[in-house]
Structure formats: structure tokens, C-alpha cells
């Protein structure tokens, strides 16, 4: 075989289609993240919330007239006040990064809180029930299952919490979890449920509406 040849079976070679690991791929697959930004002191939202309903009365009051003295004095030093809060309030934010996980990870974890706390269902008083007709089972409520389950969905999608002086912390044993659920404002959970359900969704409708024309290359 001359050395023409032999170039020509590599190309060939490298040309030709190749094998894959399906496994491997789902084990890198690129899963979204996101961050999100919370605010720890109860104490200062309460007086940026008291503040803010101070200047809002006050505006309404003025309505389109023009400001008196005394108004405009008053509008000036609730405005510092704002201002000085808010600069207080910066240090107080620590950034949430939460990253997506798989939809297998998801019953996963289900599976685990329905372990701990077994599916029930209500019982029958309905007369056909009773005498064998047939009735539908209805779930029992479980708010133990369902925090169990969020609380394993937090460990699971938290990659990283950084504070105002960019310290980080990466590892989230399940005691820190279930701290922060017990811990944290209202606020700051319903902005991290919020995140981890809309990484759920949003990528998937994407592209199930996305149309062939959006991702063909030009």
C-alpha cells in the first residue's frame, strides 16, 4: 500500500462516524443555573417597608398640589432615611446559586419522602362504597411528606450561597437545609421555590415551542 493510500484510509477513518455513551452524556448533561439574591435582616425590610409606606401616604396627600414647606423637608429626610437603609440593607444580601437537576433526580427524591412518610388515603363513609360499588381513593394530605420533599429538592438544587463579603459555602449537609427552610423570610423561600420550579419548566416549554427555524444553523 503506498503512502497516498495510507493517507486516504485515515481520512477516511476520521471521517467515518464514531460511537457514544448515552449514559455519559445524560452524566455531563449542561443543566441551567441561576442566582438569587435574598436579604437575611427581618428587621431592616420592616423599616424599608415602614419607610416606603411613609413616603407613599405622604405623596398621595400632596396628590397634584404643590409641596409646602414643611412637606418638602419631610420628603427630603424619609428619602435619606431610604437611601441610608438601603446602603445598611446591601451588606445584608447573600447570593443563592441553584442550579437545575434531572426529572429522574426529582421522583428520586419523591420516592425517598414517600418512604418516610407512606402514601394514605381518606377513608370511605360513602353508602355505594360500602356496599361495593366502586369509589375513587382519595390521597390524605401529608405536610410532612411535602417538606420532607422540599427540603430534599433544596439540598439537591443549591450549589452555592455566597455572603456580602464573598465567602462561600458549597457543601449542604441536610441539618443546613432544613435550617435555612426554617430560618430564612418567607420572602427568600418563595424566591428560591420560584427559581428551582422555573428551571424545571421554562427550558423544557422553550423548546417544545421552539420551532425547527429557530435552531437550524443559518
Known amino acids: 500500500m503506498s503512502d497516498q493510500d495510507d493517507i486516504r484510509e485515515a481520512v477516511d477513518e476520521a471521517k467515518a462516524p464514531g460511537t457514544f455513551n448515552i449514559i455519559s452524556v445524560l452524566q455531563n448533561r449542561n443543566y441551567p443555573k441561576t442566582e438569587v439574591s435574598v436579604m ?8 424599608a417597608a415602614s419607610i416606603k409606606e411613609k413616603i407613599d401616604e405622604l405623596d398621595t396627600a400632596i396628590g397634584k398640589g404643590k409641596m409646602s414647606v414643611n412637606q418638602q423637608a419631610e420628603r427630603e429626610r424619609l428619602l435619606k432615611e431610604k437611601d441610608d437603609l438601603i446602603d445598611e440593607m446591601a451588606k445584608c444580601f447573600y447570593t443563592v446559586e441553584v442550579s437545575g437537576i434531572s426529572e429522574g433526580v426529582r421522583e428520586e427524591i419523591f420516592a425517598q419522602a414517600k418512604k418516610s412518610y407512606p402514601i394514605e388515603y381518606e377513608s370511605s363513609n360513602n353508602l355505594s362504597d360500602l356496599l361495593g360499588g366502586e369509589s375513587k381513593r382519595v390521597e390524605k394530605e401529608s405536610p410532612e411528606r411535602d417538606n420532607l420533599f422540599t427540603d430534599l429538592l433544596w439540598q439537591k438544587s443549591i450549589v452555592k450561597v455566597t455572603d456580602p463579603d464573598q465567602n462561600v459555602q458549597t457543601e449542604f449537609p441536610y441539618a443546613a437545609i432544613k435550617s435555612m427552610r426554617d430560618q430564612f423570610p418567607l420572602s427568600a423561600i418563595i424566591r428560591i421555590n420560584e427559581a428551582i420550579e422555573k428551571m424545571r ?6 423548546m417544545m415551542e421552539t420551532g425547527e427555524d429557530f435552531l437550524a444553523k443559518p
Open 201 to 206: 419548566s421554562s427550558s423544557a416549554i422553550f
Open 40 to 47: 437575611l435582616d427581618d428587621q431592616l425590610a420592616y423599616q
